[in-house]
């Protein structure tokens, strides 16, 4: 490796000495973000039982609290550009959890249900996924999508850690203190890293007076309206909504699904968990690909590994080997939604406007989050399977691969644009 190689591998190498606890404090918040949408998947059984509720009735309550976040996203991104992520996460972090607690207070009436998901939402929206990518972003250029990768593992985490968790908890206390349960190891693993290593480079005080005296932010980039008028942000738009509408669908009802084929609890969660662990790999592979080659391209083949997933398991009715297998593929592309978007978001639009920018992204991303659940239970309840939504599935997840492999390639200047000061903090 010479020239401009090898001064990105030096660039890399310094990012991870300076900066490398960063990302896994950023992945710890990602992962507590989540911790209502990943962790929600074993307590619908338990809680429609109890209630004599549907799967719908029991699911709606994310739906509420996913388009909550979608309506805020961009104010919320705007906040990020305005004060820096850091204080927004020490605090969402735990309200996050504390809300998630609560959820162990229901009482089967559907107006303390939506109360309780309106308070989760609340909890949350300072700890979108803008708040945890924007920091990684500020200080990572070089190996800025091995560093999001590692941020963005933290769906992984929950998405192995939390099912199986929640279902342990619930077997052996109960429901409704699984929930605290559940939301007082997180915090106890996950919060003292947060304080102590997440920072972005707007978070200190000398960056501020930077901007102060220099009339101009630290970052520089594309302005939000202009950012907004461009069709790579509308592309960006709608391959996230298709995406997120059905993977996080299949996430949330695996285990469900599974036992629908006839596979008991525990062993459908410990099935689920391969998602999670088969997450880390393909993202931070995924993060590895972005660094080095288009990531339009890369995003577009990743996109279609949950297709052959979702495939396998219409094609083995749900037997064991072949939802180990669909679980794998669903988990290898899991999360590269966001990392993609994330990525094609800096190196096209810049930093100066990333939070809104992002924000509006996460918008779709949180929109399909919502209706993907519920969509994936309205089936469920019409039809009394999952199959005609792995159907649904198939079509949308090859219409985002085709939306991303129609981007063009960032433009060299563009890619400049994306330089941080020389003198960042």
């Given at each position: 490796m010479t020239g401009g190689g090898m001064r990105s591998a030096n660039g890399a190498g310094a990012e991870w000495r300076k900066y490398f606890m960063l990302p896994v404090a950023a992945g710890l918040g990602y992962a507590t973000s989540v911790i209502h949408i990943y962790g929600l998947g074993p307590y619908i059984q338990p809680l429609s039982a109890e209630f004599g509720w549907s799967r719908t009735e029991t699911t709606v309550g994310l739906t509420i609290a996913t388009l909550?976040?979608?309506?805020?996203?961009?104010?919320?991104?705007?906040?990020?550009?305005?004060?820096?992520?850091?204080?927004?996460?020490?605090?969402?972090?735990?309200?996050?959890?504390?809300?998630?607690?609560?959820m162990s207070t229901a009482t089967g009436e559907a107006a303390n249900w939506y109360m309780l998901w309106g308070l989760m939402a609340l909890a949350t929206l300072p700890i979108q996924a803008t708040v945890w990518t924007s920091a990684v972003a500020s200080r990572f250029e070089a190996s800025r999508g091995l560093a999001f990768?590692?941020?963005?593992?933290?769906?992984?985490?929950?998405?192995?850690?939390?099912?199986?968790?929640?279902?342990?908890?619930?077997?052996?206390?109960?429901?409704?203190?699984?929930?605290?349960?559940?939301?007082?190891?997180?915090?106890?693993?996950?919060?003292?890293?947060?304080?102590?290593?997440?920072?972005?480079?707007?978070?200190?005080?000398?960056?501020?007076?930077?901007?102060?005296?220099?009339?101009?932010?630290v970052l520089s980039g594309v302005g939000f309206f202009e950012g907004l008028r461009s069709s790579i942000y509308l592309r960006l738009l709608l391959a996230s909504l298709l995406f997120t509408f059905t993977i996080i669908a299949l996430v949330?009802?695996?285990?469900?699904?599974?036992?629908?084929?006839?596979?008991?609890?525990?062993?459908?969660?410990?099935?689920?968990?391969?998602?999670?662990?088969?997450?880390?790999?393909?993202?931070?592979?995924?993060?590895?690909?972005?660094?080095?080659?288009?990531?339009?391209?890369?995003?577009?083949?990743?996109?279609?590994?949950?297709?052959?997933?979702?495939?396998?398991?219409?094609?083995?009715?749900?037997?064991?080997?072949?939802?180990?297998a669909a679980a794998v593929l669903i988990g290898l592309t899991l999360g590269a939604e966001i990392d993609v978007v994330v990525y094609l978001t800096t190196r096209h639009f810049g930093l100066k406007s990333f939070g809104a920018l992002y924000g509006g992204l996460l918008g779709a991303l949180s929109i399909g989050t919502a209706l993907g659940p519920l969509g994936a239970a309205r089936v469920f309840d019409a039809y009394g399977n999952y199959g005609p939504f792995l159907w649904v599935t198939i079509g949308f997840m090859a219409a985002s691969s085709l939306a991303l492999a129609s981007l063009p390639h960032p433009a060299a200047e563009a890619d400049a644009a994306l330089k941080l000061v020389e003198n960042e903090v």
């Amino acid at each position: 490796m010479t020239g401009g190689g090898m001064r990105s591998a030096n660039g890399a190498g310094a990012e991870w000495r300076k900066y490398f606890m960063l990302p896994v404090a950023a992945g710890l918040g990602y992962a507590t973000s989540v911790i209502h949408i990943y962790g929600l998947g074993p307590y619908i059984q338990p809680l429609s039982a109890e209630f004599g509720w549907s799967r719908t009735e029991t699911t709606v309550g994310l739906t509420i609290a996913t388009l909550v976040q979608a309506v805020c996203s961009v104010p919320i991104g705007m906040l990020v550009d305005r004060i820096g992520p850091r204080l927004l996460a020490i605090i969402g972090s735990l309200l996050t959890v504390a809300a998630f607690a609560l959820m162990s207070t229901a009482t089967g009436e559907a107006a303390n249900w939506y109360m309780l998901w309106g308070l989760m939402a609340l909890a949350t929206l300072p700890i979108q996924a803008t708040v945890w990518t924007s920091a990684v972003a500020s200080r990572f250029e070089a190996s800025r999508g091995l560093a999001f990768a590692v941020t963005l593992c933290g769906a992984a985490i929950a998405t192995s850690l939390f099912p199986y968790l929640a279902t342990r908890l619930i077997a052996e206390v109960g429901w409704r203190t699984a929930f605290v349960a559940q939301a007082g190891i997180w915090v106890v693993c996950s919060y003292p890293l947060i304080f102590l290593f997440f920072r972005g480079a707007r978070d200190s005080r000398e960056a501020r007076f930077a901007e102060a005296r220099q009339g101009r932010p630290v970052l520089s980039g594309v302005g939000f309206f202009e950012g907004l008028r461009s069709s790579i942000y509308l592309r960006l738009l709608l391959a996230s909504l298709l995406f997120t509408f059905t993977i996080i669908a299949l996430v949330v009802h695996f285990v469900p699904i599974l036992t629908s084929y006839g596979l008991t609890a525990l062993d459908a969660a410990s099935i689920a968990a391969l998602i999670g662990l088969a997450s880390i790999f393909g993202r931070l592979s995924t993060g590895m690909l972005l660094d080095r080659f288009p990531a339009s391209f890369v995003g577009a083949g990743v996109f279609m590994l949950p297709v052959a997933g979702c495939a396998v398991l219409i094609a083995t009715g749900g037997s064991p080997p072949g939802a180990m297998a669909a679980a794998v593929l669903i988990g290898l592309t899991l999360g590269a939604e966001i990392d993609v978007v994330v990525y094609l978001t800096t190196r096209h639009f810049g930093l100066k406007s990333f939070g809104a920018l992002y924000g509006g992204l996460l918008g779709a991303l949180s929109i399909g989050t919502a209706l993907g659940p519920l969509g994936a239970a309205r089936v469920f309840d019409a039809y009394g399977n999952y199959g005609p939504f792995l159907w649904v599935t198939i079509g949308f997840m090859a219409a985002s691969s085709l939306a991303l492999a129609s981007l063009p390639h960032p433009a060299a200047e563009a890619d400049a644009a994306l330089k941080l000061v020389e003198n960042e903090v």
